[in-house]
């Protein structure tokens, strides 16, 4: 139970991926994320220049906003609330003066809000465009070189794990450049412009401001991520209280075997114990924050209205100044708030990159399909002192220097305890891994000196457990050769006994078969298999104890497809009920690595205390 207890740490959270450092390094290496754009570049350089622009009407727009405001609550010609005011003489005069200035500053307000709302649809399109074009290209690359990994990556990596390397890694890098580049940019933009005008407009309201205002923001940022940081151990804790519930239920029968209520019991409460504490940790936090909020920010806002009415009184300041400096006060202030997040986001984003590229950066198979020219072998196989241990576990050895040859068209037997390495004779034929030692040979040519596409090309394998993919039957087994014609794919279906239940269905050939193939049965996704394999017509066959999981009917009628099949083909069978390889012509018996007996059935069954007598023995009892 310790066990399955460890699983129950949630991952998948966006704030969990990895961050890389920014240095000039990390900011060269992300220049490869720009190639993947391609011609569509320039969008991205026009969209920074709408960028731009949205910078910098955000900074003016305070600036006519105070003017505007500056014309309100002048009352005489003594309170100059703006330059406007001052040009005034008379009362009458004034409010004329005063009401044209508005409607001019109202009337570039709106100007300036077409020109914003312009600038803002350009960078959200011609961002969008062009990230959208490069995030396609780097997805279609990146899935094109994992595809084409020898499997000796494969063994080593989870699928789970390259999954989320396309997905979730390629969704980081996305949604960074986006929104978080841009937004980072804009921030910095309005940062140094605003603190800019600030400055120009009154250098007294500037300096409290920079005292002021950047240790509110990192304090209220810091806080936000930790309350964040306590919402998430409360999530946690919550998952993982759910999982001992799922887990009781699931396994209610060991829990009673073992007459465990009582310690399940105990183990629950606990655990909500812990998630009612983090809970109340999680509250306080908050409660902190809001009073945090409400006393310390506005606090300093209204210290930093207070020191411009103050100003605004001795006549330093004029009062729609005041008004633009504090509008820009705020949105300065929020853009120190907003700029740790996008650079996080943007550290995340090197990460992503970082990895992909890594991946995309080990060798691939050779596997260039458009550029091989077909070979047709004839068939005969060598294995010639063969040793092989896996590459995730190189210090256990799976096959230990085994010599063999078929003969073209000879069908040869594997038998043997499980996990003695049949399979893996399988995956070396198919050249998934190269040998440690010794030679694999095809009609007396070394393996190695074909080419990858071609020899497999030559070669099909019918499994234990068929995975089909998630399409129509007709799909299904032309995958064995999509160049395949209806008439072929249809005899392919005849020959592998299949036609009949596929024309029972409504649908015929494009019946869907699930996710997987779970809409069809054991046998039938075995027919399916093995049309495929009629279909790519190879002169090596190997069918990996292909009847296994049928029982005796289905069984029956899959073998004599596959005894069709065989026809003519060097056919490797692995199998564990010994009654199907009876006329094998040679039968090897694998013990542990190593080939223990090698014979036909006759042969095998005269040796005293041989396993293939003893095994045969007990089948056949
Ligand atoms: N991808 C892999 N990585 C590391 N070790 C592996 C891998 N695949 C198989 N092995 C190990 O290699 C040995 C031989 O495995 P193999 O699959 O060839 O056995 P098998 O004879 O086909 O057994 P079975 O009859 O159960 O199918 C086993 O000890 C197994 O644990
Ligand atoms: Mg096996």
């Given at each position: 139970?310790?066990?399955?207890?460890?699983?129950?740490?949630?991952?998948?959270?966006?704030?969990?991926?990895?961050?890389?450092?920014?240095?000039?390094?990390?900011?060269?290496?992300?220049?490869?994320?720009?190639?993947?754009?391609?011609?569509?570049?320039?969008?991205?350089?026009?969209?920074?220049?709408?960028?731009?622009?949205?910078?910098?009407?955000?900074?003016?727009?305070?600036?006519?906003?105070?003017?505007?405001?500056?014309?309100?609550?002048?009352?005489?010609?003594?309170?100059?609330?703006?330059?406007?005011?001052?040009?005034?003489?008379?009362?009458?005069?004034?409010?004329?003066?005063?009401?044209?200035?508005?409607?001019?500053?109202?009337?570039?307000?709106?100007?300036?809000?077409?020109?914003?709302?312009?600038?803002?649809?350009?960078?959200?399109?011609?961002?969008?465009?062009?990230?959208?074009?490069?995030?396609?290209?780097?997805?279609?690359?990146?899935?094109?070189?994992?595809?084409?990994?020898?499997?000796?990556?494969?063994?080593?990596?989870?699928?789970?794990?390259?999954?989320?390397?396309?997905?979730?890694?390629?969704?980081?890098?996305?949604?960074?450049?986006?929104?978080?580049?841009?937004?980072?940019?804009?921030?910095?933009?309005?940062?140094?412009?605003?603190?800019?005008?600030?400055?120009?407009?009154?250098?007294?309201?500037?300096?409290?401001?920079?005292?002021?205002?950047?240790?509110?923001?990192?304090?209220?940022?810091?806080?936000?991520?930790?309350?964040?940081?306590?919402?998430?151990?409360?999530?946690?804790?919550?998952?993982?209280?759910?999982?001992?519930?799922?887990?009781?239920?699931?396994g209610i029968t060991n829990v009673k075997a073992f007459t465990n209520e009582a310690y399940e019991v105990d183990r629950y409460s606990k655990s909500t114990q812990n998630v009612f504490n983090l809970a109340l940790k999680s509250a306080v936090a908050r409660g902190l924050f809001f009073a945090f909020i409400i006393f310390c920010l506005f606090g300093a806002i209204m210290l930093i209205v207070w020191y411009g009415v103050s100003l605004c009184i001795d006549g330093e300041i004029l009062s729609g100044d005041m008004i633009s400096v504090l509008f820009m006060t705020v949105f300065v202030a929020a853009s120190f708030g907003g700029i740790p997040e996008q650079y996080a986001q943007l550290q995340r984003a090197i990460g992503a990159s970082d990895r992909i590229f890594e991946m995309m950066d080990m060798a691939a198979e050779e596997t260039q399909k458009a550029t091989s020219h077909k070979i047709k072998l004839e068939g005969q196989v060598r294995f010639q002192e063969v040793s092989f241990s896996y590459p995730s576990?190189?210090?256990?050895?799976?096959?230990?220097?085994?010599?063999?040859?078929?003969?073209?068209?000879?069908?040869?037997?594997?038998?043997?305890?499980?996990?003695?390495?049949?399979?893996?004779?399988?995956?070396?034929?198919?050249?998934?891994?190269?040998?440690?030692?010794?030679?694999?040979?095809?009609?007396?040519?070394?393996?190695?000196?074909?080419?990858?596409?071609?020899?497999?090309?030559?070669?099909?394998?019918?499994?234990?457990?068929?995975?089909?993919?998630?399409?129509?039957?007709?799909?299904?087994?032309?995958?064995?050769?999509?160049?395949?014609?209806?008439?072929?794919?249809?005899?392919?279906?005849?020959?592998?006994?299949?036609?009949?239940?596929?024309?029972?269905?409504?649908?015929?050939?494009?019946?869907k078969v699930g996710d997987r193939g779970i809409q069809l049965s054991g046998g039938q996704r075995q027919r399916i298999a093995i049309a495929r394999a009629v279909l790519k017509n190879p002169a090596i066959l190997i069918l990996d104890e292909a009847t296994s999981s049928l029982d005796s009917e289905s069984e029956h009628i899959v073998q004599e497809a596959l005894d069709k099949l065989m026809v003519g083909r060097t056919s490797f069978v692995i199998a564990h009920r010994l009654s199907t390889i009876r006329n094998a012509d040679k039968i090897m018996v694998i013990e542990k690595g190593n080939v223990s007996e090698s014979g036909t059935h006759d042969e095998l069954m005269q040796i005293e205390n041989g396993l293939y007598r003893s095994l045969s023995r007990l089948q056949f009892a």
């Amino acid at each position: 139970m310790a066990g399955r207890r460890a699983m129950t740490k949630t991952k998948g959270d966006p704030d969990e991926l990895p961050k890389a450092k920014i240095n000039r390094e990390a900011l060269k290496r992300s220049k490869r994320l720009f190639s993947y754009m391609g011609k569509h570049k320039w969008k991205f350089y026009l969209g920074l220049v709408f960028l731009l622009m949205t910078g910098v009407t955000a900074i003016i727009f305070p600036q006519l906003l105070g003017k505007l405001m500056g014309q309100i609550g002048v009352t005489g010609v003594s309170a100059f609330g703006s330059n406007e005011a001052a040009e005034a003489v008379s009362p009458e005069k004034l409010v004329a003066v005063l009401k044209d200035a508005a409607n001019r500053y109202g009337l570039w307000m709106l100007i300036l809000f077409a020109v914003q709302a312009m600038a803002s649809y350009g960078r959200v399109w011609f961002f969008a465009n062009s990230t959208e074009n490069m995030i396609a290209s780097l997805r279609r690359a990146a899935f094109g070189h994992i595809v084409r990994m020898p499997m000796s990556f494969f063994s080593q990596q989870q699928a789970a794990e390259l999954n989320s390397r396309v997905s979730a890694d390629i969704t980081q890098i996305n949604e960074t450049f986006m929104t978080s580049l841009a937004e980072f940019f804009r921030q910095f933009i309005i940062i140094v412009g605003g603190l800019g005008m600030i400055f120009a407009t009154s250098w007294k309201m500037a300096l409290i401001m920079l005292v002021i205002v950047p240790p509110v923001a990192i304090i209220t940022v810091l806080f936000g991520r930790k309350i964040r940081n306590i919402s998430r151990e409360v999530q946690e804790a919550v998952a993982q209280s759910n999982t001992i519930v799922g887990e009781s239920f699931q396994g209610i029968t060991n829990v009673k075997a073992f007459t465990n209520e009582a310690y399940e019991v105990d183990r629950y409460s606990k655990s909500t114990q812990n998630v009612f504490n983090l809970a109340l940790k999680s509250a306080v936090a908050r409660g902190l924050f809001f009073a945090f909020i409400i006393f310390c920010l506005f606090g300093a806002i209204m210290l930093i209205v207070w020191y411009g009415v103050s100003l605004c009184i001795d006549g330093e300041i004029l009062s729609g100044d005041m008004i633009s400096v504090l509008f820009m006060t705020v949105f300065v202030a929020a853009s120190f708030g907003g700029i740790p997040e996008q650079y996080a986001q943007l550290q995340r984003a090197i990460g992503a990159s970082d990895r992909i590229f890594e991946m995309m950066d080990m060798a691939a198979e050779e596997t260039q399909k458009a550029t091989s020219h077909k070979i047709k072998l004839e068939g005969q196989v060598r294995f010639q002192e063969v040793s092989f241990s896996y590459p995730s576990r190189k210090d256990f050895s799976v096959l230990k220097s085994i010599t063999f040859q078929a003969e073209k068209g000879q069908t040869i037997a594997i038998v043997g305890p499980s996990g003695s390495g049949k399979s893996t004779i399988a995956q070396l034929l198919l050249r998934f891994y190269e040998p440690d030692s010794g030679e694999i040979f095809f009609d007396g040519k070394q393996a190695k000196a074909y080419d990858l596409t071609a020899l497999r090309e030559n070669i099909a394998v019918v499994p234990q457990d068929v995975l089909l993919f998630a399409g129509t039957i007709r799909e299904n087994i032309a995958y064995g050769n999509p160049n395949a014609s209806e008439a072929e794919i249809t005899e392919a279906a005849r020959k592998a006994n299949a036609l009949s239940f596929i024309e029972s269905f409504p649908d015929g050939f494009a019946t869907k078969v699930g996710d997987r193939g779970i809409q069809l049965s054991g046998g039938q996704r075995q027919r399916i298999a093995i049309a495929r394999a009629v279909l790519k017509n190879p002169a090596i066959l190997i069918l990996d104890e292909a009847t296994s999981s049928l029982d005796s009917e289905s069984e029956h009628i899959v073998q004599e497809a596959l005894d069709k099949l065989m026809v003519g083909r060097t056919s490797f069978v692995i199998a564990h009920r010994l009654s199907t390889i009876r006329n094998a012509d040679k039968i090897m018996v694998i013990e542990k690595g190593n080939v223990s007996e090698s014979g036909t059935h006759d042969e095998l069954m005269q040796i005293e205390n041989g396993l293939y007598r003893s095994l045969s023995r007990l089948q056949f009892a």
